[in-house]
């Protein structure tokens, strides 16, 4: 039997994203040097999961649209962004605002997710979620399991469980971003995040060079 897809009812402003963290430049979250966006909030809770401050709902930081997207396409070393979290698709609606208005200035655009692409298409999907797939040039998909964790360099998904299903066929000879490094982002208020398939993904403060 499948698994009822519960809502957890998070309140954000229509135009908004509740976002965990943002990069400028990544090369380890998808093909190119790509800005990538992590939402705050996930109810799955996958053992050995590698962002688990970013379970929680409640508000962290909102972020319009409509600011977002000028951030993004003013970078002119972004070839396409990545959405992470946190689960995307429970911010569905908000992030294919944002797709629209990257796509439509030429930039492509990925995501991950906890839901497999069978359960986004279902009738009791997150709101918008086909509206945010409609978008997609690239999906990886499933849950985390720790059981079946991957620890390869030439492996795009952190458990076997996992696939990369890609939407747009400019995308199938590109599915090999660095998945075997991490990169270390500093940012201005001295937090810094650490991204990478091999490491964790963590939002930290107190460290700089």
Not at 18 to 42: K, L, T
Not at 70 to 84: L, Y
Request: aromatic share 10%; glycine share 10%; with cysteine.
């Amino acid at each position: 039997m499948n698994e009822i897809i519960n809502n957890p009812q998070i309140e954000i402003p229509e135009g908004y994203l509740n976002v965990m963290g943002y990069v400028d430049e990544s090369e380890v979250n998808g093909p190119g040097s790509r800005a990538v966006v992590w939402v705050q909030g996930c109810d799955r809770h996958c053992t050995g999961c590698f962002n688990t401050a970013s379970w929680p709902f409640e508000i962290n930081q909102l972020m319009a649209v409509d600011e977002l997207a000028e951030k993004i396409i003013s970078n002119p070393g972004n070839s396409g962004v990545t959405f992470s979290g946190g689960e995307p698709f429970w911010q569905a609606p908000a992030l294919a605002q944002l797709a629209k208005k990257l796509k439509a200035a030429g930039l492509n655009v990925m995501s991950f997710s906890g839901f497999t692409l069978q359960e986004l298409r279902r009738e009791d999907a997150p709101p918008g979620a086909g509206e945010l797939l409609a978008q997609l040039d690239i999906l990886v998909d499933g849950p985390f399991v720790q059981s079946l964790a991957v620890n390869s360099p030439d492996s795009t998904v952190s458990s076997r469980n996992q696939r990369v299903h890609i939407f747009n066929p400019e995308f199938e000879d590109k599915i090999n971003w660095a998945s075997d490094q991490m990169e270390i982002h500093v940012l201005k208020d001295g937090s810094y995040i650490i991204t990478g398939y091999r490491g964790q993904n963590n939002f930290g403060e107190g460290w700089a060079e």
